[in-house]
């Protein structure tokens, strides 16, 4: 993420439109775009929100990745952002995604079906119920469908969610793991044209064999394209149980190093400012 100027090389050297110049400039001809495309993603943001929880814990995050696609609709790809270790990554303040999967489209109706996997290096975490620290991951495989600017996409970890154990109403391991936690996405972006959009989301975790942990996060952005540049605000708020002054255990009350507590699904606005090469 840090070879910025070695990316965009690459980048520009896949992705600009390639022609081919003859002897007589009136027969210039313009080659046909390969199979291949590569792309390349940055943005800063005033804070890292994941499925409406707080990651950076109100500080701002620096993100990107790559995107490689064929064709044939097949894909993978990688992305990056810094986090909070309070954000349940102990010794971690990296998160690294990687993911593949294919998409298809019929007309306005698209389908995508793939898998991805969170990694954290250099944390530190011990589950409720075992002895023994390892690296914070997770693993998901998705299912999605759009049409047009509407979309729905399904979730499901195939291992213990982010690596946590289940706990019972008061915070104590309850022994199961959380494989099976499964999250639904229903988004909508909106094109408004003169590089205005707007862009709404509703989500909801289901969380496996961990109390008080489900819950129902949304978002509601506007959007502004000047030159490539993306320009952006949004609102983001769920109903997580992370309250001081709540009743039973609230999962979402994350703790800081310095002892400070914050209840890290509180409602907030997002700004940002990205560009995709």
Same mark, same amino acid.
């Given at each position: 993420?840090?070879?910025?100027?070695?990316?965009?090389?690459?980048?520009?050297?896949?992705?600009?439109?390639?022609?081919?110049?003859?002897?007589?400039?009136?027969?210039?001809?313009?080659?046909?775009?390969?199979?291949?495309?590569? *792309?390349?993603?940055?943005?800063?943001?005033?804070?890292?929100?994941?499925?409406?929880?707080?990651?950076?814990?109100?500080?701002?995050?620096?993100?990107?990745?790559?995107?490689?696609?064929?064709?044939?609709?097949?894909?993978?790809?990688?992305?990056?952002?810094?986090?909070?270790?309070?954000?349940?990554?102990?010794?971690?303040?990296?998160?690294?995604?990687?993911?593949?999967?294919?998409?298809?489209?019929?007309?306005?109706?698209?389908?995508?079906? %793939?898998?991805?996997?969170?990694?954290?290096?250099? #944390?530190?975490?011990?589950?409720?119920?075992?002895?023994?620290?390892?690296?914070?991951?997770?693993?998901?495989?998705?299912?999605?469908?759009?049409?047009?600017?509407?979309?729905?996409?399904?979730?499901?970890?195939?291992?213990?969610?982010?690596?946590?154990?289940?706990?019972?109403? *008061?915070?104590?391991?309850?022994?199961?793991? *959380?494989?099976?936690?499964?999250?639904?996405?229903?988004?909508?972006?909106?094109?408004?044209?003169?590089?205005?959009?707007?862009?709404?989301?509703?989500?909801?975790?289901?969380?496996?064999?961990?109390?008080?942990?489900?819950?129902?996060?949304?978002?509601?952005?506007?959007?502004?394209?000047?030159?490539?540049?993306?320009?952006?605000?949004?609102?983001?708020?769920?109903?997580?149980?992370?309250?001081?002054?709540?009743?039973?255990?609230?999962?979402?009350?994350?703790?800081?190093? #310095?002892?400070?507590?914050?209840?890290? %699904?509180?409602?907030?606005?997002?700004?940002?400012?990205?560009? *995709?090469?």
């Amino acid at each position: 993420m840090k070879r910025s100027l070695i990316a965009l090389a690459l980048v520009s050297a896949f992705a600009a439109p390639v022609f081919a110049q003859s002897a007589d400039p009136s027969k210039d001809e313009v080659v046909p775009a390969g199979p291949h495309t590569l *792309t390349a993603n940055v943005g800063l943001f005033s804070e890292y929100r994941f499925r409406g929880i707080a990651q950076t814990a109100s500080r701002p995050a620096i993100q990107g990745g790559f995107d490689y696609s064929h064709a044939s609709g097949f894909y993978v790809g990688n992305w990056n952002s810094n986090v909070d270790a309070s954000a349940g990554f102990p010794d971690g303040n990296i998160e690294m995604d990687f993911y593949g999967g294919y998409k298809a489209a019929f007309g306005d109706f698209g389908v995508d079906v %793939g898998g991805i996997y969170y990694y954290y290096p250099g #944390s530190s975490y011990v589950p409720g119920g075992r002895s023994q620290a390892e690296a914070v991951t997770n693993k998901e495989i998705y299912l999605g469908a759009s049409w047009k600017f509407i979309s729905a996409k399904w979730y499901y970890s195939v291992d213990d969610y982010f690596s946590m154990r289940g706990w019972d109403s *008061t915070g104590t391991a309850n022994g199961n793991g *959380t494989k099976g936690t499964q999250y639904f996405d229903l988004s909508g972006n909106f094109d408004l044209g003169s590089g205005w959009g707007i862009n709404g989301h509703v989500g909801y975790l289901n969380m496996a064999h961990a109390s008080n942990a489900d819950y129902t996060d949304w978002k509601l952005g506007v959007t502004k394209d000047i030159n490539g540049w993306v320009i952006g605000a949004a609102y983001i708020g769920t109903d997580a149980k992370g309250s001081k002054n709540g009743s039973n255990y609230q999962p979402y009350l994350f703790t800081k190093s #310095s002892g400070y507590q914050y209840d890290s %699904g509180k409602d907030t606005v997002v700004v940002s400012v990205s560009r *995709t090469f």
